[in-house]
C-alpha cells in the first residue's frame, strides 16, 4: 500500500479489471470491483480465483495470500459504492462513449480528493479527462494482459493531469511490483502504437492469402521469435479492442497505413472476438484451439 492510496475502485469486471483487482488485493489494497451486471462481477471473481489459484499452485502466493486477497476483494452493480476509495481506475469497454458515460456515473459520487484513471488502450487522456470533474487528478493507467503476469505498467499523462496525481500514481504502480514506462498522449501510446499494426498486418497477411491462420502464428513464433503467434495475441487480446484501438490509430493519426482490415472488421461483426468469446482467430470450444481459416 501506499500513504495516498489505500483503497482501490475498478470499474469493469472484464479481463483486465479482474486482473487489475487481482494484483491490487494481492499487494494489500481494498478493493471495489464494479460493472452494469451481477454475471459479470460474478465471472470477474471466478477469474481472479482462477489466477489466484495458478499462482499458488506455482508457489508463487501462499494459500493464506490468495485467501486474504479474495477477503480483500468486494464486488457491486452501484456506483455510489465507489464513494470513499482513494483511486478509482476505469477499466470498462474500449469505446469512448462507454467510458464518458461511466465517467459521467461515477464522478458524482467521489470524494473530491480521489484519483480517476483510465485503463485504456488507446484513448486519449486528455479527452477523457475533460469528460470528468478532475482533469488534474485524472491520468492514464495502462496495464498489459494478463495484468498478475505482465511487468509493465504504461503511465501517460493528460494536457490537466498535475504532478501530485503523476507521483501518486508512480508510487501505487510501484508496490504492485511493476515497472513503469512514461508515454506521451498520443493515439495508442508506446505498446500499441507499435503491436496493434503488427497484428493488423497479420489480418492482412491471412486476408490476402498470403498464409493460413497456422502458417503465420509459426512464422512469427519459430522466425521472429515471439512467445505467441499474433493471431493467437489478437485472440488473447480480443478482437473488438483491437479493432477499436486501429480505429483510434486510423482516426487520430490521419494516415491510411493504419485503415483496419475488413476480416477483422467482418470478425467483430461475427461476434467473433477471439477467446473471451470462445471463437475467433481460433476456436476454443474443444479441447484444443482450432484454427477458424
Ligand atoms: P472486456 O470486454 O473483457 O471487459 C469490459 C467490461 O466492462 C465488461 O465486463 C463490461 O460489462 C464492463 N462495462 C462496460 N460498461 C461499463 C460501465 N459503464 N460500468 C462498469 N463496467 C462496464 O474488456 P477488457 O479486455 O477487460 O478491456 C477493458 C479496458 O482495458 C479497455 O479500455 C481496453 O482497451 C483496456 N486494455 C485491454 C487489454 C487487453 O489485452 N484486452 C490490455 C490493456 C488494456
Known sequence: ????????????????????????????????????????????????????????????ISESDKADALARISGTTSTKDLGQLDLVIEAATEDETVKRKAFREICPHLKPEALLATNTSS???????????????????HFMNPVPVM?????????????????????????????ITVSEDFPAFIVNRILLPMINEAIYTLYEGVGSVTSIDTAMKL?????MGPLQLADFIGLDTCLSIMQVLY???ADSKYRPCPLLVKYVEAGWLGRKAGRGFYDYRGEEPVPTR
Do not use: C, W, Y
Open 1 to 60: 500500500m501506499t500513504d495516498r492510496i489505500k483503497s482501490v475502485g475498478v470499474v469493469g469486471a472484464g479481463q483486465m479489471g479482474a486482473g487489475i483487482a487481482h494484483v491490487a488485493a494481492l499487494a494489500g489494497f481494498t478493493v471495489k470491483l464494479h460493472d452494469v451486471a451481477d454475471d459479470r462481477i460474478r465471472s470477474g471473481m471466478e477469474r481472479i480465483e482462477k489466477s489466484l489459484g495458478r499462482q499458488l499452485a506455482s508457489e508463487k
Open 123 to 141: 484513448i486519449s487522456i486528455t479527452r477523457l479527462a475533460a469528460a470528468t470533474d478532475r482533469p488534474e487528478r485524472f491520468m492514464g493507467i
Open 151 to 179: 511487468k509493465l505498467v504504461e503511465l501517460v499523462r493528460g494536457i490537466a493531469t498535475e504532478e501530485d496525481t503523476f507521483e501518486t500514481a508512480k508510487a501505487f504502480v510501484a508496490s504492485l511490483d511493476k515497472t
Open 223 to 227: 522466425g521472429a521469435n515471439h512467445p
Open 251 to 253: 482516426d487520430g493519426l
